[in-house]
T-cell receptor, first 116, second 115 residues
Framework: AQSVTQPDIHITVSEGASLELRCNYS??????LFWYVQSPGQGLQLLLK??????LVQGIKGFEAEFKRSQSSFNLRKPSVHWSDAAEYFC??????????????FGAGTRLAVHP | EAGVAQSPRYKIIEKRQSVAFWCNPI?????LYWYQQILGQGPKLLIQ????????DSQLPKDRFSAERLKGVDSTLKIQPAKLEDSAVYLC?????????????FGDGTRLSIL
């Protein structure tokens, strides 16, 4: 069965420091992979997605992620964190449904705190 | 463009009562999703509509949860009767199609507390 694991429940970094959030997936075929961000009391916003091709994908707000098939990973990175990046981050894999549709399976999330 | 609208934002009820949530997706979006997000967990898909038809409801507890999208636009999700474990945020999302190359746009959710 498809699944997503985010090993880090909570991460704290200093403003200006680099960031890497880990994501491991389990999926039989070539996965569709996503990172979403959720600020308190709000819905989820798409940061970036991977379907195929270049394994390093760029997203909004200066984020990037790298797909590594051999490690079943899709880690999210940012070279310099801003205080406004404090939020919860979710990794997701797109699983196929009948009729050509897809649904998202989310990890449990990583809560990011940023120290000034 | 206007985003996904959900109401109410908050709801507090006692167990065994009923409750309904409403969602209006982005105009023209064919696919509508309802997710349940329990505190400390990622969103879990409850039901996915394509226009007014159900694509997937495999994780919807059908003995107490129901959802409809009669005209293929807005949707309601109902819980009857509610249990304590239903306390969660209920998120609605929509996408232009049901394919993964189309991003899902999320509403701000309804936070449900069961007493």
């Amino acid at each position: 069965a498809q699944s997503v694991t985010q090993p880090d429940i909570h991460i704290t970094v200093s403003e200006g420091a680099s960031l890497e959030l880990r994501c491991n997936y389990s999926y039989g075929a070539t996965p569709y992979l996503f990172w979403y961000v959720q600020s308190p009391g709000q819905g989820l916003q798409l940061l970036l997605k991977y379907f195929s091709g270049d394994t390093l994908v760029q997203g909004i707000k200066g984020f990037e992620a790298e797909f590594k098939r051999s490690q079943s990973s899709f880690n999210l990175r940012k070279p310099s964190v801003h205080w406004s990046d404090a939020a919860e981050y979710f990794c997701a894999v797109g699983a196929g449904l009948s009729g050509g549709y897809n649904k998202l399976i989310f990890g449990a999330g990583t809560r990011l705190a940023v120290h000034p | 463009e206007a985003g996904v609208a959900q109401s109410p934002r908050y709801k507090i009820i006692e167990k065994r009562q009923s409750v309904a949530f409403w969602c209006n997706p982005i105009s023209g979006h064919a696919t509508l999703y309802w997710y349940q997000q329990i505190l400390g967990q990622g969103p879990k898909l409850l039901i996915q509509f394509q226009n007014n038809g159900v694509v997937d409801d495999s994780q919807l507890p059908k003995d107490r949860f129901s959802a409809e999208r009669l005209k293929g636009v807005d949707s309601t999700l109902k819980i009857q009767p509610a249990k304590l474990e239903d306390s969660a945020v209920y998120l609605c999302a929509s996408s232009a199609t049901g394919n993964s190359n189309q991003p899902q746009h999320f509403g701000d959710g309804t936070r449900l507390s069961i007493l």
